[in-house]
């Protein structure tokens, strides 16, 4: 028994041993911080993005035509508002509402960049009105903000990249590299025929550039508990996106002789049986880059958990959402209160993490319901992206400019939940990722797609002065 005891004490210290090795040995993988010069900006940069709020280009549905006025004038206002820009770059439009700017560069051998926004934004409740400080497109600006709907996602990078092209334009700056202006206009329903189709486009022209960098990441301000840091999240990747239709069909009947399987109850059943059992956590790219760039800027506690996944991986996996999520979101059924339907359907939704695809989350709704339900796919579809480089020289690049804007924030590489348009650009670029350094707090998180959605002045100026420092990097 002894003998026992000791060798189970001599276990407890050799893990110990370890977890504590593990943990003072994890070095942090932040880059020294630099400078960037000063960027003097004129005075209109905020009444230019309100001007760009008040055009309602809005996405609905897949199904519905984009809003012609809206959009065209939305066109014609950024012709106007940034003249040399429309005079020096070439513009296409992709298929009549999508742009696509080229700021032709001066070495051909060099790889071009490209940089995208979106131009379309998501419906307002008509119910929230009341409840904003100020209507969603009147582009209001107050003693500190821009309010209006597309401030944060995604007009509010759009202007602000057209702003530092302008910008470098009176300058007279002449890239080296060619860089892209991709600005689709469906992103808010998926992207088919904006995003989707600038890369095809791209493609067939034979581009293949060295990086391309969309909305999806963010400054973090008092979201990451252990740090009171900025956190920057540069997203390497994303989730898939896939909604399954479940559908119950009986042959009815009255309410009061209820089948022993109602057509409801059924439904309600695989519903619960779905949430009941989730797919697992897992430790997968990105999200080991995650722990190994924010565990060293971390207190005791948290740096231990995350120099020891193998250990804590349960704990830190949730936190991070490091799993495929279902959600039931819609549910429709019954015409009357005292008929039993004879159909019932309800739509689940799945955001895929990598390594998983729509094709294992059916045959796992399959597994996890009744045979008599039927499943099927419904919607915009795609699976989860590629993982982009930490080791690449773009990915340094943009580390670097991050962390000479923000010195005492933090970079971290992660995966994004959403979808984005970037999701189309992997075939054509080298590296795609997601960042544009909007701040969140807890306070603004909300506000995307959200009531009082705004950015702030001082945060609008650090996108322009981003856009402009990375751009001159890349050259």
Same mark, same amino acid.
């Given at each position: 028994?002894?003998?026992?005891?000791?060798?189970?004490?001599?276990?407890?210290?050799?893990?110990?041993?370890?977890?504590?090795?593990?943990?003072?040995?994890?070095?942090?993988?932040?880059?020294?911080?630099?400078?960037?010069?000063?960027?003097?900006?004129?005075?209109?940069?905020?009444?230019?993005?309100?001007?760009?709020?008040?055009?309602?280009?809005?996405?609905?549905?897949?199904?519905?035509?984009?809003?012609?006025?809206?959009?065209?004038?939305?066109?014609?206002?950024?012709?106007?508002?940034?003249?040399?820009?429309?005079?020096?770059?070439?513009?296409?439009?992709?298929?009549?509402?999508?742009?696509?700017?080229?700021?032709?560069?001066?070495?051909?051998?060099?790889?071009?960049?490209?940089?995208?926004?979106?131009?379309?934004?998501?419906?307002?409740?008509?119910?929230?009105?009341?409840?904003?400080?100020?209507?969603?497109?009147?582009?209001?600006?107050? %003693?500190?903000?821009?309010?209006?709907?597309?401030?944060?996602?995604?007009?509010?990078?759009?202007?602000?990249?057209?702003?530092?092209?302008?910008?470098?334009?009176?300058?007279?700056?002449?890239?080296?590299?060619?860089?892209?202006?991709?600005?689709?206009?469906?992103?808010?329903?998926?992207?088919?025929?904006?995003?989707?189709?600038? %890369?095809?486009?791209?493609?067939?022209?034979?581009?293949?550039?060295?990086?391309?960098?969309?909305?999806?990441?963010?400054?973090?301000?008092?979201?990451?508990?252990?740090?009171?840091?900025?956190?920057?999240?540069?997203?390497?990747?994303?989730?898939?996106?896939?909604?399954?239709?479940?559908?119950?069909?009986?042959?009815?009947?009255?309410?009061?002789?209820?089948?022993?399987?109602?057509?409801?109850?059924?439904?309600?059943?695989?519903?619960?049986?779905?949430?009941?059992?989730?797919?697992?956590?897992?430790?997968?790219?990105?999200?080991?880059?995650?722990?190994?760039?924010?565990?060293?800027?971390?207190?005791?506690?948290?740096?231990?958990?995350?120099?020891?996944?193998?250990?804590?991986?349960?704990?830190?996996?949730?936190?991070?959402?490091?799993?495929?999520?279902?959600?039931?979101?819609?549910?429709?059924?019954?015409?009357?209160?005292?008929?039993?339907?004879?159909?019932?359907?309800?739509?689940?939704?799945?955001?895929?993490?990598?390594?998983?695809?729509?094709?294992?989350?059916?045959?796992?709704?399959?597994?996890?319901?009744?045979?008599?339900?039927?499943?099927?796919?419904?919607?915009?579809?795609?699976?989860?992206?590629?993982?982009?480089?930490?080791?690449?020289?773009?990915?340094?690049?943009?580390?670097?400019?991050?962390?000479?804007?923000?010195?005492?924030?933090?970079?971290?590489?992660?995966?994004?939940?959403?979808?984005?348009?970037?999701?189309?650009?992997?075939?054509?670029?080298?590296?795609?990722?997601?960042?544009?350094?909007?701040?969140?707090?807890?306070?603004?998180?909300?506000?995307?797609?959200?009531?009082?959605?705004?950015?702030?002045?001082?945060?609008?100026?650090?996108?322009?002065?981003?856009?402009?420092?990375?751009?001159?990097?890349f050259n």
């Amino acid at each position: 028994m002894k003998k026992l005891l000791r060798i189970i004490g001599l276990a407890i210290l050799a893990l110990i041993a370890v977890v504590l090795v593990k943990t003072f040995t994890m070095s942090s993988k932040q880059v020294p911080a630099g400078s960037v010069e000063t960027v003097n900006l004129p005075n209109d940069i905020y009444e230019n993005l309100a001007g760009a709020i008040r055009y309602k280009t809005i996405s609905f549905n897949e199904e519905t035509e984009p809003d012609s006025t809206a959009f065209f004038g939305l066109h014609r206002y950024l012709e106007q508002t940034f003249p040399l820009t429309h005079s020096s770059l070439e513009l296409e439009k992709i298929n009549d509402y999508s742009l696509l700017y080229t700021w032709q560069g001066s070495d051909p051998s060099k790889k071009p960049i490209i940089l995208m926004s979106h131009q379309d934004v998501v419906p307002v409740d008509e119910p929230t009105l009341n409840d904003w400080e100020a209507g969603p497109f009147s582009g209001k600006i107050t %003693a500190n903000d821009i309010i209006g709907r597309g401030t944060m996602d995604d007009k509010g990078t759009l202007v602000a990249v057209m702003e530092a092209v302008e910008l470098m334009l009176e300058q007279s700056f002449q890239p080296k590299r060619t860089i892209y202006l991709a600005f689709g206009h469906d992103e808010e329903v998926g992207g088919p025929n904006g995003a989707a189709a600038i %890369a095809k486009h791209l493609k067939s022209k034979g581009v293949q550039a060295a990086m391309t960098l969309d909305e999806g990441g963010f400054v973090a301000e008092g979201l990451v508990p252990g740090t009171e840091n900025p956190v920057a999240m540069i997203n390497l990747a994303e989730k898939g996106f896939a909604s399954f239709k479940l559908i119950v069909e009986t042959n009815g009947g009255h309410s009061s002789a209820p089948p022993e399987e109602n057509t409801i109850g059924m439904l309600a059943q695989a519903i619960v049986d779905l949430e009941g059992n989730q797919r697992p956590y897992k430790l997968v790219k990105p999200i080991d880059y995650q722990l190994e760039y924010l565990g060293p800027e971390m207190p005791f506690m948290q740096r231990m958990a995350f120099a020891n996944p193998w250990l804590f991986k349960s704990l830190i996996l949730e936190a991070l959402n490091a799993h495929t999520t279902t959600a039931p979101t819609i549910v429709d059924g019954g015409v009357k209160n005292n008929v039993i339907p004879t159909v019932a359907e309800a739509t689940i939704n799945f955001r895929i993490l990598p390594g998983e695809t729509i094709a294992t989350v059916q045959k796992h709704i399959e597994q996890t319901v009744s045979d008599k339900i039927k499943v099927e796919p419904v919607g915009f579809l795609t699976n989860p992206s590629p993982v982009s480089s930490v080791d690449s020289e773009n990915f340094k690049i943009l580390e670097q400019t991050i962390r000479d804007m923000y010195p005492d924030g933090i970079v971290v590489p992660g995966l994004v939940g959403g979808g984005t348009d970037a999701r189309y650009f992997y075939e054509i670029s080298d590296d795609v990722y997601r960042f544009y350094p909007i701040k969140l707090a807890p306070d603004s998180m909300e506000r995307f797609h959200g009531i009082d959605e705004k950015i702030s002045k001082e945060n609008y100026k650090e996108i322009v002065e981003f856009a402009y420092h990375l751009i001159k990097r890349f050259n």
